[in-house]
């Protein structure tokens, strides 16, 4: 009710927040899957690899993060002496949730002369445990500069990690994890939802189980997906990946008369969308910048433990 308050009902947010980013020094960081209006407000959108990259280069004095909290702890990493503020501390990530440090720790020292992989969308602990960091754009391009006498483990990611040995043709062992959003989109209502558009391409994440990857026409990063529908002569598509990208997607292609379907869950829920993600508002960047709050603070020893393999990936990347 406090911060509530704190919002004058006459604050055109848009324009507060533009004063306020002046008034801080400020860069707004969104990723794809943010509503409309975070991005809208937002001074670079992008997918992890792009936010990381434009993390690194940044000379911002603040970083205002609308995305999850794995992606703010990225910017951290990178920048150990800069104001990293959230939208909302809670937002999480059940691929980070579902692979603790104790317990990734304990798994890889079952495996010690793997060579450590571990998708970006993990915890601190989890990156300061790995020989390298990779995103969905990367990770194909980075495991192939991996020497082929080095057994890999991969996570938290299974059916990127599998993805990702189909493509490779490299042996992994994989952590058992899975993305909340990506894995609840349904094969079966997929073929029948082609089957009224029949002329729609499939674009879908490799994020999403095997079974709706083998529906697909083309599999890529959020980026690539983008790049992929703007490129593309077709005219309808269906999106299996989280629907926020789908602003952008629309932005991109206006008056080609390009229509973008969400692929369905195994529902009757929005459940295609990501909670985590969701959980940022406008209202929340606004009351974050002006009351420079929450920020995101970490311990440095394991800062500089986690940079190692954030930077290996930007190198090979």
């Not at 002369?113 to 990779?134: G, P, Q, T």
């Not at 697909?216 to 990208?245: C, Q, W």
């Not at 952008?248 to 369905?264: C, Y």
């Amino acid at each position: 009710m406090v911060q509530a308050a704190s919002i004058h009902p006459t604050h055109d947010l848009f324009d507060e927040i533009e004063r306020l980013k002046q008034e801080l020094n400020a860069v707004i960081l969104a990723h794809y899957y943010q509503d409309a209006d975070l991005q809208d407000v937002a001074d670079f959108i992008g997918d992890s690899l792009q936010l990381a990259q434009e993390a690194a280069k940044t000379e911002a004095d603040t970083i205002v993060f609308c995305g999850v909290h794995f992606m703010a702890e990225t910017a951290k990493i990178l920048n150990p002496d800069k104001l990293v503020l959230v939208p909302d501390l809670k937002a999480g990530c059940s691929l980070a949730d579902g692979c603790p440090g104790d317990a990734f720790a304990r798994f890889k020292a079952k495996y010690p002369d793997h060579f450590v992989v571990s998708y970006v969308n993990c915890s601190a602990e989890v990156k300061a445990l790995s020989d390298v960091i990779v995103t969905s754009s990367n990770a194909k391009k980075i495991v192939e500069q991996i020497p082929a006498d080095r057994p890999i483990l991969f996570a938290p990611d299974q059916h990127l990690g599998r993805y990702l040995i189909k493509e490779t043709g490299r042996e992994m062992v994989l952590w058992p994890g899975t993305c909340q959003v990506h894995e609840l989109f349904s094969e079966k209502k997929l073929i029948q939802l082609k089957a009224r558009h029949p002329a729609a391409l499939v674009v879908a994440h490799p994020e999403c189980e095997k079974t709706v990857l083998d529906l697909a026409d083309h599999i890529g990063s959020t980026r690539a997906i983008l790049n992929f529908v703007v490129a593309s002569e077709a005219k309808e598509f269906i999106i299996a990946t989280e629907p926020g990208i789908i602003h952008q997607m629309e932005k991109a292609t206006e008056g080609q008369g390009k229509t973008f379907i969400p692929a369905p869950p195994d529902s009757a829920c929005a459940c295609n969308e990501c909670p985590h993600m969701k959980l940022n508002t406008l209202e929340k960047l606004y009351l974050s910048m002006k009351l420079k709050s929450p920020r995101l603070e970490m311990d440095e020893v394991l800062r500089v433990k986690a940079l190692a393999p954030i930077q290996r990936m930007l190198d090979w990347s």
